[in-house]
C-alpha cells in the first residue's frame, strides 16, 4: 500500500529549516509538508543534494526500501489493535513547571509490538513514540528508548518532544482561528496589520502584497538565509533572542539580523513557490500582533487549554527538570551524544517558534490529530474551528504548474494552509506535515474520509527510521 514513508529523509531538513546549509532553495528542512506519498510498482527513491531540498523522491514499491529523500512501499498489512484512552495528564511542579505525570499506553498486536521492538533494538535513534488513532478509537499508543541516553529516564507517551516543523500545523489552526473572528483576513497585505510588519515588503517588487495566504502556502518569495537556521542564534534553553525582534530584523536594514537581499526569491509574492521557515517566522508575528497576545498565550487558550493538552508547549522552561526528551544522535560507538544547533546541551531554543520550536507530547500530539481527522472536532465534542473554517485550511490552494524551487514537497498543488495533501492510491487522502532538525523527526497526519490520524516522534534525526515507523503503522492500520 502506498504511504509517504521513506521520503521524510531530507524533508525534514527542509521542515524544521533549521539543520541544513542553503542551496537554490535554501530548504532549512525537509518538506515538512511532504505528506505519505502513494507506492509506485518497483519504482526507484528519490534523493537530495548536499544541504539542499529533498526532491520528490521516486517510490519504491510494496516492501521496498527508501533512499535518502525516497519513498518506500507498505509491505504486507499486519495486526489490527485494541482500543484504549487518551495520553498523559500532567501536574504542576516548584514554580509551576510542569512534570511528567501519567501516562497512557494502548498497545497493538504482539505482531505489531514485536515490530517496534525490532526497530528500537537496531540503536539507530535513541527513542520514539507513536500514537495512532480510527474514529472515536485509540488503537496504539507507544514509546521505546531512553529519553535522556545520559540518565535513568524511558521515554513515554507523555514525554515532550521537539516537533520541528510539525509546529506549523498548530500555528496554521492558530492563524485560522484568526481569520474565523473575523480578526484576521487572509489576503490582506501584511503591511496593513501593524506597525511591526511595515517592513514586511519584496524589494523588488514593492508594489506587490505578501499576504497570510502567502506565509501560509509558501508562497510569499522569502528564502531562508544560513543564520535563519544554523547555530548563530541558537541558545541552551529557550532563546534569548525574541521571536518578534528577529523577525522584525530581518527586513530592518540597522538590524544585525537583517537578511537583505539574499533573503528573497526574484519571483513577485503570490506566483512562486518555496519551503519558507521565515514565511512561518512572519506569521507567528502577525498571529501575535493580531490576536494580542503572545504564540505561547495563544497556543494555551486556542488549541491547548480546549484539548487539555497538557504537555505542549513553545517553552522549554515551561517543563520541569528532567521531562523533555533530550535529542541526539548517534556517537559511532554504541552511544549517543547530544545533537543541536551548536548552543547546547539539549534542549535548545532559536527565535523562530513558529516555524520549528513547539514541544509535545505523543498523547497530546494524537489527540490534537484526531481532532484535525474529524474536522476540527475534538472526541469530546469541543470545537477547534466551524466546519466552514477547517474546510478552507484543508483546501488546495495552489495551481497546478505553479513556478517551484524543487524543495521537496511531493506538488505545490497539493498544498493547503500550513498543511500538505497526499492521496495515498489506497482510498485515504492523508493530509498533514513532517518535520525535522537537530535532534527530532516528527510526523503528524490524518485522512478525512475515515477519521484516521497517527503521530510518530523520535528524539534523533533519522528519517529512514521514521520511514520503518510509518510503514509499522500502515501494517497496523491494514
Given at each position: 500500500?502506498?504511504?509517504?514513508?521513506?521520503?521524510?529523509?531530507?524533508?525534514?531538513?527542509?521542515?524544521?529549516?533549521?539543520?541544513?546549509?542553503?542551496?537554490?532553495?535554501?530548504?532549512?528542512?525537509?518538506?515538512?509538508?511532504?505528506?505519505?506519498?502513494?507506492?509506485?510498482?518497483?519504482?526507484?527513491?528519490?534523493?537530495?543534494?548536499?544541504?539542499?531540498?529533498?526532491?520528490?523522491?521516486?517510490?519504491?514499491?510494496?516492501?521496498?526500501?527508501?533512499?535518502?529523500?525516497?519513498?518506500?512501499?507498505?509491505?504486507?498489512?499486519?495486526?489490527?489493535?485494541?482500543?484504549?484512552?487518551?495520553?498523559?495528564?500532567?501536574?504542576?511542579?516548584?514554580?509551576?513547571?510542569?512534570?511528567?505525570?501519567?501516562?497512557?499506553?494502548?498497545?497493538?498486536?504482539?505482531?505489531?509490538?514485536?515490530?517496534?521492538?525490532?526497530?528500537?533494538?537496531?540503536?539507530?535513534?535513541?527513542?520514539?513514540?507513536?500514537?495512532?488513532?480510527?474514529?472515536?478509537?485509540?488503537?496504539?499508543?507507544?514509546?521505546?528508548?531512553?529519553?535522556?541516553?545520559?540518565?535513568?529516564?524511558?521515554?513515554?507517551?507523555?514525554?515532550?518532544?521537539?516537533?520541528?516543523?510539525?509546529?506549523?500545523?498548530?500555528?496554521?489552526?492558530?492563524?485560522?482561528?484568526?481569520?474565523?473572528?473575523?480578526?484576521?483576513?487572509?489576503?490582506?497585505?501584511?503591511?496593513?496589520?501593524?506597525?511591526?510588519?511595515?517592513?514586511?515588503?519584496?524589494?523588488?517588487?514593492?508594489?506587490?502584497?505578501?499576504?497570510?495566504?502567502?506565509?501560509?502556502?509558501?508562497?510569499?518569495?522569502?528564502?531562508d538565509i544560513p543564520f535563519t537556521y544554523d547555530a548563530t542564534h541558537a541558545t541552551a534553553g529557550d532563546a534569548a533572542l525574541p521571536m518578534r525582534a528577529f523577525v522584525t530584523g530581518y527586513f530592518d536594514p540597522?538590524?544585525?539580523?537583517?537578511?537583505?537581499?539574499?533573503?528573497?526569491?526574484?519571483?513577485?509574492?503570490?506566483?512562486?513557490?518555496?519551503?519558507?521557515?521565515?514565511?512561518?517566522?512572519?506569521?507567528?508575528?502577525?498571529?501575535?500582533?493580531?490576536?494580542?497576545?503572545?504564540?505561547?498565550?495563544?497556543?494555551?487558550?486556542?488549541?491547548?487549554?480546549?484539548?487539555?493538552?497538557?504537555?505542549?508547549?513553545?517553552?522549554?522552561?515551561?517543563?520541569?527538570?528532567?521531562?523533555?526528551?533530550?535529542?541526539?544522535?548517534?556517537?559511532?560507538?554504541?552511544?549517543?551524544?547530544?545533537?543541536?544547533?551548536?548552543?547546547?546541551?539539549?534542549?535548545?531554543?532559536?527565535p523562530e517558534l513558529a516555524s520549528g520550536m513547539l514541544k509535545s507530547s505523543a498523547a497530546d500530539m494524537l489527540l490534537f490529530a484526531r481532532t484535525l481527522a474529524r474536522g476540527g472536532v475534538a472526541p469530546d465534542?469541543?470545537?477547534?474551528?466551524?466546519?466552514?473554517?477547517?474546510?478552507?485550511?484543508?483546501?488546495?490552494?495552489?495551481?497546478?504548474?505553479?513556478?517551484?524551487?524543487?524543495d521537496g514537497r511531493s506538488d505545490p498543488a497539493q498544498q493547503a494552509l500550513g498543511l500538505v495533501h497526499f492521496p495515498d492510491g489506497s482510498g485515504r487522502d492523508w493530509i498533514g506535515h513532517y518535520g525535522g532538525?537537530?535532534?527530532?523527526?516528527?510526523?503528524?497526519?490524518?485522512?478525512?474520509?475515515?477519521?484516521?490520524?497517527?503521530?510518530?516522534?523520535?528524539?534523533?534525526?533519522?528519517?529512514?527510521?521514521?520511514?520503518?515507523?510509518?510503514?509499522?503503522?500502515?501494517?497496523?492500520?491494514?
Amino acid at each position: 500500500m502506498g504511504f509517504f514513508v521513506g521520503r521524510a529523509s531530507l524533508w525534514l531538513a527542509l521542515v524544521a529549516g533549521l539543520i541544513v546549509s542553503t542551496s537554490a532553495c535554501s530548504g532549512a528542512e525537509p518538506a515538512p509538508d511532504a505528506p505519505p506519498a502513494a507506492a509506485g510498482s518497483g519504482g526507484e527513491a528519490g534523493s537530495a543534494g548536499d544541504g539542499g531540498q529533498a526532491g520528490d523522491g521516486g517510490q519504491a514499491g510494496d516492501g521496498g526500501q527508501a533512499g535518502d529523500g525516497g519513498q518506500a512501499g507498505a509491505p504486507a498489512s499486519g495486526g489490527g489493535g485494541t482500543s484504549g484512552g487518551r495520553g498523559s495528564s500532567g501536574g504542576s511542579g516548584a514554580g509551576g513547571c510542569r512534570e511528567l505525570g501519567a501516562t497512557s499506553r494502548v498497545e497493538a498486536s504482539p505482531e505489531d509490538e514485536a515490530v517496534l521492538d525490532q526497530i528500537a533494538s537496531k540503536g539507530q535513534v535513541a527513542s520514539f513514540a507513536l500514537g495512532v488513532a480510527r474514529g472515536d478509537t485509540t488503537t496504539w499508543l507507544t514509546a521505546r528508548g531512553a529519553a535522556d541516553p545520559a540518565g535513568d529516564r524511558d521515554a513515554s507517551t507523555g514525554t515532550p518532544y521537539l516537533l520541528a516543523s510539525v509546529t506549523k500545523v498548530f500555528v496554521a489552526v492558530l492563524a485560522m482561528s484568526l481569520v474565523e473572528e473575523g480578526r484576521l483576513d487572509l489576503d490582506a497585505d501584511v503591511r496593513t496589520l501593524s506597525p511591526a510588519l511595515a517592513r514586511v515588503s519584496h524589494p523588488l517588487h514593492p508594489e506587490v502584497a505578501i499576504t497570510t495566504r502567502h506565509l501560509l502556502t509558501h508562497t510569499s518569495s522569502l528564502w531562508d538565509i544560513p543564520f535563519t537556521y544554523d547555530a548563530t542564534h541558537a541558545t541552551a534553553g529557550d532563546a534569548a533572542l525574541p521571536m518578534r525582534a528577529f523577525v522584525t530584523g530581518y527586513f530592518d536594514p540597522d538590524s544585525p539580523v537583517f537578511g537583505g537581499m539574499d533573503a528573497w526569491w526574484e519571483a513577485p509574492p503570490g506566483s512562486f513557490s518555496c519551503y519558507s521557515n521565515m514565511g512561518f517566522g512572519v506569521l507567528g508575528v502577525v498571529i501575535e500582533e493580531v490576536g494580542g497576545a503572545s504564540l505561547e498565550e495563544q497556543l494555551r487558550s486556542r488549541i491547548a487549554g480546549p484539548l487539555g493538552l497538557t504537555h505542549t508547549s513553545f517553552r522549554a522552561d515551561s517543563f520541569c527538570k528532567d521531562v523533555l526528551v533530550r535529542g541526539v544522535k548517534p556517537d559511532g560507538k554504541g552511544d549517543f551524544v547530544d545533537d543541536n544547533l551548536g548552543a547546547g546541551p539539549q534542549p535548545e531554543g532559536h527565535p523562530e517558534l513558529a516555524s520549528g520550536m513547539l514541544k509535545s507530547s505523543a498523547a497530546d500530539m494524537l489527540l490534537f490529530a484526531r481532532t484535525l481527522a474529524r474536522g476540527g472536532v475534538a472526541p469530546d465534542g469541543t470545537r477547534l474551528l466551524s466546519g466552514a473554517t477547517f474546510e478552507a485550511m484543508i483546501a488546495r490552494q495552489l495551481s497546478p504548474g505553479i513556478a517551484a524551487c524543487g524543495d521537496g514537497r511531493s506538488d505545490p498543488a497539493q498544498q493547503a494552509l500550513g498543511l500538505v495533501h497526499f492521496p495515498d492510491g489506497s482510498g485515504r487522502d492523508w493530509i498533514g506535515h513532517y518535520g525535522g532538525m537537530a535532534g527530532a523527526t516528527s510526523a503528524l497526519w490524518f485522512d478525512r474520509g475515515s477519521e484516521t490520524a497517527y503521530t510518530v516522534l523520535q528524539s534523533t534525526l533519522d528519517p529512514l527510521v521514521l520511514n520503518d515507523l510509518e510503514i509499522a503503522v500502515l501494517q497496523h492500520l491494514d
